[in-house]
């Protein structure tokens, strides 16, 4: 990283994670091909948050945000289910759902529900994949619910839970 460069446009956009916008910023004044302003606005993101982490919006814990979204969901739950998701900037992360009967934009027979998202940063002396296997069994037990674990290695294609066949289920 260039510590000649001037931040003061582009930190508060990693600071408010606009990421595609500190990228775009940065490229655009630097010159820099996506992969360099990658590197670039991930060294500075990261030399934010250990010089400055208060100027980080605080994220409420997966385990408290998960149970806030689970007290709003009147329909019994089927399914804990935990899917990858990823990008460039966060690398893999897994996001709960909750798994209802009722047709919705995402299948016929079933809705989601978000619950949260848990990245590494979320994670102390462990991974994602193991950390979130953890949190889905407490959160089914909660609500009386069975669980789909994530894929290993990750996979966010890989098939969901209401894509297996009735017998399955």
Known sequence: MDARFDWTRIDPLIVEEQYISAL???RTATGTTLSEAMDAVGERGT????????RFPVRIAPLAAARLALDGIERPIRV???VWDGDTVHDW????VAV???????????????LCSITQRDVTGGSVYEFSKQMQQELAEQVGASTKAPVWPPDDEAPRWWDMTTDQI
């Not at 992360?93 to 709960?96: A, D």
């Not at 209802?100 to 978000?114: C, I, K, M, V």
């Open 24 to 26: 775009q910023a940065y």
């Open 47 to 54: 030399y934010l948050r250990s010089t400055s982490p208060e």
């Open 80 to 82: 804990i289910e935990a």
């Open 93 to 96: 992360f897994v996001v709960l």
């Open 100 to 114: 209802t009967d009722g047709p919705s934009s995402a299948h016929p027979a079933f809705t989601e529900t978000y």
